[in-house]
């Protein structure tokens, strides 16, 4: 499922654009709800011993969501 996270092209990171380039990227990830994942606000849902379906749900939302920021 591709989410448009790669179809926006914002400009290299380099040692004379990092402001710019950390606005850009904050509002990308913000709009696609992924800078919670950044700040460390969205916290991975712990999965006990015998977890139920719902939790076992939300953690692999979490994982999914997870793997969108970093690739």
Do not use: S
Not at 1 to 20: A, H
Not at 47 to 57: D, F, S, V
Request: aromatic share 12%.
């Amino acid at each position: 499922m591709v989410d448009g996270l790669f179809q926006i092209v914002i400009e290299k990171l380099d040692k004379n654009n990092f402001e710019v380039w950390k606005f850009r990227i904050m509002n990308l990830l913000t709009g696609k709800g992924y800078w919670e994942f950044i700040t460390g606000d969205e916290i991975k849902p712990l999965l006990p011993e015998n977890p139920t379906q719902q939790q076992i749900q939300a953690n692999k939302t979490w994982h999914e969501k997870a793997r969108k920021v970093l690739y």
